[in-house]
Each structure stands twice: as C-alpha cells, then as structure tokens.
C-alpha cells in the first residue's frame, strides 16, 4: 500500500466521520428509529415475559436490519448530488477501497451505535447477561455485513426513481443469511446450547463481503455515473 | 459453409431467426405438453400413499426446476452483457426475468395447493418453501430496478450487477435457511417422496420438464423480440420489416 492510498483511504474515511458528527442528526434519528421499533413489539404482542424472551433475538436484529437499510439513504446520495462521488471514482486510486473506506466510515457512524445500544434493548424483552452479550457480539460481526451488502443496493439506486423502498426490495432479501445466523446465535445462548458456530459463519460472511462487496460496489458506483 | 454464431450477437439479426424460431419451440411445447398430462392423468397410478393429490407434482416439479434454472440463465446473460457490452444479451436477461418470476410463483401456488390436503397447512417455513419464496423476490428485485432506470443502458448495467450478487448470493441463502430450519422444527415435514417412484410418473415429469422448457424458450424469444421492437423502434431495419 503507497503512501499515497494511505492518505486517500484515511481522509475518505475522517471526512465521512466528520459529516456524520457535523450532521449528528442523520445518526440520531436512525438510532431511535431502532430504539422505537424494537419497543413496539411488546405493545402489539403482549408483554408476557416468556414470549417476549422467545421474540427479544428476532426482533432486535430484524430491527437491525430496517434501520442499518434506512441508513443506506446517507451513504452515496449526497456525494453523488454533489459531485463528490465523481471526484472519487476519477481520485486514480482504486475505488473498491475507497469504497470500503466510506462504507466502513458509514458503519462506525450508524452501525456501531446499534450495536452500543442493543444490550439494552436486549432487557426489555428480559434476555439474561448471556443473551445480552451475544447480542451484542452478533450485532457487532452482522451490521458491517449489512452495511457492506446494503452498499451495493445504495449504489445501484443512485438518483433512480423511488429510491427508498427500492432499496428495501433489493437489499432485504439479500439480507437474510446474516439474519438466521445472527438472530439464531442469541436464541441458542437462549437455550444453553452452543453459539460459537453461528457466529463464526457470520464472521465467515463478513469476510466474504469484505472480499467481494466493493467490487460490485464500485461497479455499481461506476455505472451510477456513466 | 462456416457457421457463425456471432452473426446473432446482433438484434438485427436475430429477431427473425427469433420470429422463426418461437412457432418451432411453441408446438414443441404443446405436444409435450399434451402427451406428458395424458401420462400423469390417464397413464400414471394414483399415488397408494397421496392419493390423487400428489398428480399436481407434474405441474409443481417442473416449475420449481425451472425457477430456478432460469434465474442461472438470466444472470448468465446479464454477465455476458455486462462483460461484452452486448445490447441482446442484457435484453435476453430482462426477457428471462418474468418467466422464472412466474415458475417461481407457480411452484409456490402449487405447493401450497398440495401442502394443504396432504400436510393440513398452506404454508410450512421449510428451507425449500423458504428458498423458493426468497428466489421470488429476487426476480421482483431485479425486475424493479430494471424498470425504475429510465436510460436503458444503465438499467441493464445495474440490473446485471444485481443478477450477479443475487447468483452468489442463492447458495449462502438456501443452506442457511436449510440450517435454520433444522435448528428451529424437527423433521415434521419431509419433502422426499418415496425413492421408488412408477416409471410412468417420472416419464410424466419429464415430459412436463420438457414442455415447460419449451415455454419458457417461446415467451422469452416472444418477449425479446418486443423488447428489441421496443428499443430499436428508430432503427431504419426494423421500419423495413414492419
């Protein structure tokens, strides 16, 4: 890696965490639309406490899911409207990597406080300290996965009609792998039963999306600015 | 005298080998599947553990292979138009896709047809059931975003990324619904018939097989050619032979 990458990769990355902080807004309403979300469950449900413990993993992560996807919107939608996007496919360093340098700014900046935030959710659906933390740790492995295939749908969407909820029909099912093995590993710390495997096939899918997302990414991104 | 494929490559060129080519694949497809429905009604035995009910196989089973077989053959030619920058190829793509929607959606109605008499449920989250209904909105995926891009060479770039991350992405989702599923229920269900099955039935089937492939080759070809209609409507060729 030249040093010059170096310096694009890390002022892709600063920027995008400066914006997030600047427009902390952004950031704080995908935060409490998960926050809400999740909350509803036990008002449309019931709140008997077996039930709720038997629900907690599927509708945290399912809640995961719709806000890391709503986050999608801030990803490429404003450098694309002003150009910035293009001075980033012509900056001649490879744009797979930029692209994973913004979509991993973009994970610390929505993903990340998800995950902060789980635990204690987690409690209101009474998940014990296990489940609390293996909720946290499949969240942990699971967002950067979503937010990485969430960035191929943000990209091909780029300033296309109906943008939103296309998006939500490109990128949900895509997402459903990282739901079973995410919402699966909470269960079976649930039932005492051993987790590690699921989250290392998450873990496993991270490093494939790691490997392969960018370059449909920047393809993607490419063919957005033709 | 050489025969060159490449000839085809063109739309010009190929929408009257496709005109020539769709009352072939037609018949083909009727005698097909006249002769593979009088097997699986008339020919076939009725079924000692199913009864009547399993006969819908004929039409469930084929349409299933095909649902899936045809999101391969869309995704095949959206990479040869994205790779070549084919115009035909990705118009092949967009004519595939409502086909193997709909074998997607028959194998899905006919399943549940079926699950309803012989399993008492509609719907059972079964990891083929699962998988299947997932393929569904991956074939609505794709054609959505094709139809929401205005410039047509920009819907089929983007379209075809998106067949492409959908054909990596098919296998991870069906063995993980398939692992999901295991975890969750027992073996209530089991969608294996009995190994054994008459000969007659599995002609039957594949007579079906056949025919529904035959019918999906006619509708794609009948859809191309109103996509190149469509397309090259401005084309001084086309304003000859219309």
Known sequence: MTAGLRQALAAVTWRDLLLAVRLRTDVLTIVFFFAIVVSLFPLGVGADPVLLRALGPGVVWVAALLASMLALGRLFADDFADGTLEQLVLAGEPLPLLALAKVFAHWLATGLPLVLLSPLLGLEFGLDAAGLWVLATSLAIGTPVLSLIGAIGAALTLGVRGGGALTALLVLPLYVPALIFGAGAVVAAGQNMQFGGHLSVLGAMLFAAIALAPWAISAALRIALE | ?242
């Open chain 2, 1 to 242: 005298m050489a025969l060159n494929i490449w000839k085809y490559a063109s739309p010009q060129t190929f929408f009257p080998l496709a005109g020539r080519m769709i009352p072939v694949f037609t018949v083909l497809a009727i005698v097909f599947a006249v002769v593979g429905l009088y097997i699986g009604f008339f020919v076939a035995p009725t079924d000692f553990q199913q009864g009547e009910v399993y006969r819908i196989i004929f039409i469930h089973v084929p349409a299933a292979w095909m649902s899936m077989f045809i999101y391969l053959v869309m995704a095949f030619w959206a990479g040869v138009g994205l790779t070549f920058n084919t115009r035909l190829s990705s118009m092949m793509a967009h004519a595939l896709a409502p086909t193997g929607a709909l074998m997607t959606f028959i194998a899905l109605w006919t399943g549940s047809l079926w699950g309803k008499p012989t399993w008492g449920t509609w719907w059972v989250w079964d990891a083929r059931l699962t998988s299947e209904l997932i393929l569904l909105f991956l074939y609505v995926g794709y054609m959505a975003l094709a139809a929401a891009i205005d410039d047509v060479r920009r819907a089929d770039k983007a379209s075809a990324v998106l067949a492409l991350v959908g054909v990596v992405n098919v296998p991870i989702i069906y063995f993980s619904v398939q692992w999901w599923n295991t975890l969750h229920q027992g073996a209530s269900v089991n969608l294996t018939r009995a190994p054994s099955m008459a000969a007659s039935m599995l002609t039957g089937m594949l007579l079906m097989a056949l025919a529904f492939w035959m019918y999906s080759i006619a509708v794609s070809l009948l859809r191309v050619r109103a996509i190149i209609r469509e397309r090259e409507r401005d084309a001084a060729w086309l304003q000859d032979s219309a």
